[in-house]
């Protein structure tokens, strides 16, 4: 089971409309048991997870054609820093993912990912999957806050 709300369904359609080819390469940051990096190798991309420092990757400059936070940015130290990185390790037009939980309006999530130097491709509100995800595990999604996907272009 995905750690985040919508799944691998939400996974699946932030890869399509992020417009990446079979065999690109993605990394997903934060990806706890790996299912979404899986998930992704099994459709033909060259996925690698890591569970480490968001702040602070090993990889080298320009090495991705995409970066992935999936409900990882809010609870990084330095969201700033990790966007920072995600950029320093992505191909020149490599694309940005993240799908996330906010609080208030998604405007501020918006605005760190541009203050990064990110163009916004695409946004969509996927707050029901938060609502969903909370029930399913037995806890209340609190009022005022939402779930966002995001795919930007370095």
Known sequence: MTRHP???RLTERAVRLAELQSGAKILDVGCGDGDSAEFLRARGFAAVGIAENAENLPFADAEFDCVMFECVLSVVDDAPRALSEARRVLAPNGKLIVSDVFAGDAGALRRSMEGAGFAVLHEEDHTPALVTYAA???FAA???HGY???V???
């Open 136 to 138: 399913e595990r037995g």
């Open 142 to 144: 609190g009022k005022g």
């Open 152 to 154: 930007c272009r370095k």
């Open 6 to 8: 919508g799944g691998l």
């Open 148 to 150: 966002v996907l995001f």
